[in-house]
């Protein structure tokens, strides 16, 4: 499949999930009232999405690769971010553990693109110089 829009990246897909995900959580009212963490987490998860989506407009792989890796660092900081939650009691355990996995998921997918980026780089060098 041709990436043609940021939209076309599976980890772009998922990491708007886990936003949608993460806002529904910071609804409930509890976890809406402690400013500070619902805006820390939605922030994180909103890092994700934006991430993937600016660097998909780097002007390098290596561009790109480094807003994947922030994406893919925002990803971890919700999972820690739903232990505060869970411990605070603004969430049940159902609810941690959907969100918890599915940042996982979203992580890994962005690790595992940028494995397919760094892959496609060192064949391109390969290419350019066949001496190598």
């Known amino acids: ?3 043609e829009r940021f939209e ?12 949608l995900k993460v806002y529904g959580l910071t609804k409930k009212t509890e976890f809406a009232h402690d400013f500070g963490l619902k805006r820390q987490i939605q922030d994180a998860a909103g890092s994700s999405i934006h991430n993937i989506a600016e660097g998909f407009d780097a002007e390098t792989n290596p561009e ?8 893919k660092r925002s990803c971890t900081e919700v999972q820690s971010e739903l232990y505060v939650a869970l411990d605070q009691q603004y969430i049940v355990n159902a609810e941690f553990q959907d ?3 599915h940042a996982g998921r979203t ?3 962005i690790r595992g693109f940028i494995k397919y980026l760094i892959a496609y780089e060192q064949g391109q060098r390969k290419k350019d110089n066949p001496e190598r």
């Open 107 to 109: 992580r890994a997918a």
């Open 1 to 3: 499949m041709r990436i």
């Open 8 to 19: 076309d990246i599976k980890a772009w897909q998922l990491a708007r999930e886990l936003a």
């Open 64 to 71: 790109f690769i480094r807003f994947l890796r922030y994406a």
């Open 99 to 101: 969100v918890y996995d």
